[in-house]
């Protein structure tokens, strides 16, 4: 018997459709990005497609190329990520901290999010402009007597896009961290102050630890949207000078649609989203252990 007597029917086969849907848009690709990965293909060259079995995931293993780009995402998400964090939160603390008009806390808020609703391809042109080496930065430090910076240089060149991430990115934290703060029961802060707890002893004790898994949330949220980082590296270096700005996510690009070669990136790509996940999931353990 394929249901049990007294379950309703309908609702399952009002179900049906939505999860065939489901099926259709997310499991198919993931499905399809299996079977090619297994596979030596160029569609450029032929749409014959040869069986190569596990090849493809022990090559891109001993690949210097991704191994290397790997090490530039570890900078660019921990560092990165962690600066958006901190500054999100300081930031946070202060508007509700220091600022006592509502009307202007709810407009410095507005102003500070403001970067995470440009689009990303506006934001890298925009800094594209700035951080050349006549930009407009450089032009203000030569005016302030200082030498000028190479921003785009091989050396500088992937801080540099860090540095812009992190301008248009802590929002999000930020964002987070509010809400976060202002949750915090005023009885609680008030029973603290009465019993003359000082503020850093508030801060540490109630605050922070209230704040405490809505802050990993906003790491976790961008550290998966940091790991997929493509737009700026596309538009503000092309992951130059050489590859100093070269991610994963750009290596797996040029693979897949520069030099065709789509069976090794697919490997690649379910690589990559495995470290992700597992790094996502040791990180929230470690989170809730904490």
Do not use: C
């Not at 785009?152 to 896009?161: D, E, N, S, V």
């Amino acid at each position: 018997m394929l249901f049990p007597k007294r379950m309703p029917k309908r609702p399952l086969y009002l179900i049906i459709p939505p999860q065939l849907l489901v099926l259709a848009i997310v499991i198919f690709p993931l499905l399809w990005a299996i079977y090619i990965s297994f596979h030596s293909w160029n569609p450029t060259i032929s749409p014959e497609r040869r069986f190569v079995g596990i090849a493809n995931y022990i090559a891109v293993l001993k690949d210097e190329r991704f191994l290397a780009s790997l090490g530039r995402m570890l900078y660019y998400s921990g560092v990165g990520v962690t600066i958006q964090l901190v500054l999100g939160t300081l930031i946070a603390l202060a508007l509700v901290e220091y600022i006592r008009s509502e009307r202007l806390r709810t407009f410095a808020l507005v102003v500070f999010l403001l970067p995470m609703m440009m689009a990303e391809a506006v934001v890298a042109q925009m800094w594209t402009l700035l951080v050349t080496d006549t930009g407009t930065i450089n032009n203000i430090l030569v005016w302030l007597g200082f030498s000028p910076i190479g921003w785009r240089t091989q050396k500088l060149a992937l801080t540099t896009l860090m540095i812009v991430d992190i301008w248009q990115w802590t929002s999000l934290p930020l964002l987070i961290a509010y809400a976060a703060r202002i949750s915090v029961p005023e009885r609680l802060l008030e029973s603290a102050r009465l019993d003359g707890a000082s503020k850093f002893l508030i801060l540490r004790k109630i605050i922070l630890p209230y704040m405490r898994v809505p802050l990993a949330i906003a790491f976790l949220l961008r550290f998966m949207d940091s790991y997929k980082f493509l737009d700026k590296v596309f538009i503000m270096t092309y992951g130059g000078p050489g590859t100093a700005t070269e991610l994963p996510t750009f290596y797996l690009y040029q693979t897949a649609f520069s030099y065709f070669n789509v069976g090794y990136a697919a490997s690649m790509s379910w690589i990559f989203g495995i470290m992700a996940v597992v790094a996502m999931l040791i990180f929230w353990r470690l989170t809730k252990r904490a």
